[in-house]
């Protein structure tokens, strides 16, 4: 659902929340007030019926006052809560775009100093300072899905193999096999976040030299696309927590939140990901989107 639903949503549950207590409370009054007169009428005497319909008007315009008084501070809530959700998301995009200019500017210059630089090919800091930047940036985008859960994504048709080998470029130490291919309805944007996480976490917690990408077609109209590591793996428990929020045994060094955001995109794209450990050692990711028609 996209934010301007949710808000429009939150804003029509207040109103009718307030209405329908507001009607309840006029119509127990109007009630009260007709059964107090039914009983005058019957000779019930004047003073206790007059005393009952006093205090049924005051209470009663008591009661409607403090329910109109929580509903206007309930809708007021939100929209001051909306506001500043707007506010700290535009902030948010503002400063992740500067920040991500910045480290494009900076991968753009380790670059060039990798290829006019003589040496550089085994410069360890170099190397480092690649890795650094591509980790900085995935952080980034990683913190900024977060911040905007619920932005809006643009479905289209992608090759999985050709945006898995684009993906692979940034991690030149890694070794990736692609074997078949398939069209997806994904957000490109959100779908390399996703590939990106994926080989992070094989190169960085896994340590990782290769990874086996198997690319294929479902029945069911699906795309299933495995991505096997030759890394170390991880026990049992832990592959159970992959993916959940900030689930992890404590012996697995790092967060989860990119695994987490990845099966969250994934799901806004009627998609999922499954994990497993693979058939000798290292981790097995399973991705499965809808294929393109």
Do not use: C
């Not at 949503?9 to 059964?35: D, E, K, P, R, S």
């Not at 470029?169 to 994926?198: S, T």
Request: glycine share 10%; charged share 20%; hydrophobic share 50%.
């Amino acid at each position: 659902m996209k934010p301007f639903f949710h808000r429009r949503l939150a804003y029509a549950g207040a109103v009718a929340w307030l209405v329908l207590t507001v009607a309840l409370a006029v119509w127990w009054l109007v009630f009260g007030i007709g059964q107090a007169r039914q009983l005058e009428s019957a000779g019930a005497g004047a003073t206790p019926a007059g005393r009952v319909e006093r205090m049924l008007v005051w209470e009663g315009v008591v009661f409607i006052g403090l329910l109109l008084s929580g509903g206007v501070l309930l809708i007021l809530a939100i929209h001051r809560e909306s506001a500043r959700r707007a506010a700290v998301e535009a902030f948010f995009m503002a400063f992740t775009h500067d920040l991500k200019t910045s480290l494009a500017s900076l991968r753009l210059q380790a670059d060039s100093l990798k290829e006019d630089l003589p040496g550089a090919d085994g410069n360890a800091n170099l190397d480092r300072l690649m890795k650094d930047a591509v980790r900085l940036q995935l952080q980034l985008e990683n913190s900024l899905y977060y911040a905007q859960r619920e932005g809006q994504l643009y479905v289209e048709s992608i090759s999985m193999a050709d945006l898995v080998r684009r993906v692979a470029v940034d991690w030149p130490e890694l070794e990736v096999q692609v074997a078949g291919d398939a069209r997806v309805r994904a957000d490109e944007r959100a779908l390399v976040a996703v590939l990106r996480n994926v080989l992070q976490n094989a190169v960085v917690h896994g340590g990782a030299r290769s990874v086996s990408v198997q690319i294929e077609r479902s029945a069911a109209g699906q795309v299933t696309t495995t991505l096997a590591d030759d890394g170390r793996g991880a026990p049992a428990d832990v592959i159970r927590s992959l993916g959940r929020p900030l689930a992890r045994a404590a012996a697995f060094h790092g967060s989860g939140v990119g695994l987490l955001i990845s099966q969250h995109l994934l799901g806004r794209m009627r998609g999922a990901a499954r994990f497993g450990a693979a058939a000798r050692r290292g981790l097995t990711v399973t991705i499965d989107l809808p294929e393109a028609g």
